[in-house]
């Protein structure tokens, strides 16, 4: 079974998250947008009403009546259009019509209309070979009915702003679309950027430890197996395998230790597990213990702290291990009568830790892999090449040392030259002390 390649799977995963978020936003765009479309040919049309409701009305204000014999008659003379009886250029009527209060047609202007009035007084649109609003207005004197006025417009101002709307919406809703896919897949990408970096940790804690605990693993069993199939009385011998065994089982215990610190401490520290260190008394303590090992070793031991404070915010156990790493690598690779030293001083806004030793030195093709995962250099360092079994573990512990100091929002580098020694220089950043005033007598 093949499995597919992190890349793939977390751009796959991208993907869905960007047609996912472009399917439910654009649904909800062409929803808005159809609803808008709707609601805004609603207003039109009730503008456009308004519009030729008044115009209608105006007219019918013109129409004079009197009443003779008891009913009253009408006179249209004086009413616009359609006392004209023509309709004039810059007119935007189509027809104009007048029915008496029995719907019969009594003058019109314009298209030839039926006798008699069929349709209740109010709006109407007409699919004519011009778009048309017709409106039907009942004339009343003293809430007696004098007839009935019909007007009809073309609908040309509406039928364009309409135009106009839909050529925007089917050119911004694509547009709109396009602009979401993309911002999905932004979003996508952002959103998938932790969980991809947590996975990535966690594939290369798993291929690192599965490819370094092999060698291990094999040797514990190759013991194992050779201790039962050829089984002895010898005591020293039985011991001897035993101790083996207990050294392979701490190489790994070590190993997995290391591989679960980095796994851990690869992104910056949470500010509750940082407080506040003074470096000065911190370094103290680490003097002592190196300082005696150094004597053992017969290897020289300086160091060169402040009479004042240097404060830091930092995990103190995190800080000593990284700390720790240098002085037990400077230790390792000084010859016997060579020296090693210890410096920290102070800049305005970081403190500097300098482990310096006068050993083997580093090659300088070496030095930009230095702090590589499982770069050793240990032919080179190794004081005594006939014995290997000097040779330094398994190439974390500066690897390890960077990733804490980066997690502090440090830096570590190194110079080295080889056959003369190294310095290796940690920089973190100095606690921002808050400033009081004194109060003014």
């Known amino acids: 079974m093949v499995s597919a390649r992190p890349g793939s799977l977390f751009h796959r995963s991208q993907r869905n998250l960007a047609r996912w978020f472009t399917g439910s936003m654009g649904s909800i765009l062409v929803v808005f947008a159809g609803a808008m479309f709707v609601l805004e040919t609603q207003e039109q049309m009730r503008s456009f009403d308004q519009q030729l409701l008044n115009k209608s009305r105006t007219m ?10 008891g009913r009253w008659r ?39 209309p039926p006798e008699q009035l069929a349709i209740a007084p109010g709006f109407l649109s007409l699919s004519t070979p011009q778009s048309l609003r017709q409106v039907t207005l009942p004339v009343f004197q003293n809430q007696e009915l004098l007839g009935y006025l019909q007007v009809a417009v073309p609908l040309d101002p509406v039928r364009s702003n309409l135009h106009q709307l839909r050529l925007f919406l089917a050119l911004g809703v694509p547009l709109a679309l396009a602009l979401i896919g993309i911002t999905g897949w932004l979003l996508g990408g ?11 940790r966690l594939h290369r804690f798993t291929a690192d430890a599965s490819h370094e605990l092999r060698a291990p693993l094999a040797a514990l069993l190759g013991n194992i197996q050779i201790g039962l199939v ?9 011991e ?17 230790t290391n591989l679960l610190l980095l796994a851990r401490h ?7 597990t940082l407080q506040s260190v003074d470096l000065v008394a911190f370094l103290k303590d680490l003097v002592e213990t190196f300082a005696a090992e150094a004597s053992t070793q017969n290897l020289q031991w300086q160091d060169d702290l402040p009479d004042t404070p240097i404060r830091i915010m930092a995990d103190a156990d995190l800080l000593r291990q990284a700390i720790a790493n240098l002085l037990n690598n400077a230790l390792k690779y000084t010859p016997a009568g060579g020296t090693v030293a210890l410096h920290l001083s102070a800049t305005p806004h970081r403190a500097l830790i300098q482990v310096k030793d006068t050993g083997i030195g580093i090659p300088a093709e070496c030095l930009p892999h230095i702090f590589e ?6 032919a080179v360092r190794t004081p005594d090449r006939q014995q290997p079994e000097k040779a330094g573990g398994f190439g974390l512990g500066l690897a390890i040392t960077q990733q804490i100091i980066q997690a502090h929002g440090g830096t570590v580098q190194v110079t080295s030259t080889e056959g003369q020694g190294s310095c290796f220089a940690i920089a973190l950043p100095l606690l921002k002390q808050k400033l009081h005033r004194q109060p003014t007598q």
Do not use: C
């Open 190 to 200: 952002f959103a998938m950027q932790p969980i991809q970096t947590a996975y990535e």
């Open 373 to 378: 995962r499982f770069y050793r250099v240990d």
């Open 60 to 69: 019918a204000a013109a129409v004079k009546y009197r009443l003779h014999e």
């Open 74 to 112: 009408v006179e249209l003379n004086d009413v616009p259009v359609l006392g004209s009886n023509s309709i004039p250029y810059d007119h935007e009527a189509r027809y104009v019509r007048w029915y008496d209060r029995d719907g019969q047609l009594v003058r019109f202007v314009g298209t030839v």
């Open 240 to 256: 001897q395998r035993l101790h083996k065994l207990v050294e392979i089982t701490k190489s790994m215990t070590t190993l997995v």
């Open 266 to 272: 690869e992104q910056s520290l949470p500010p509750t």
């Open 230 to 238: 050829k089984p002895t009385t010898d005591p020293n011998l039985h």
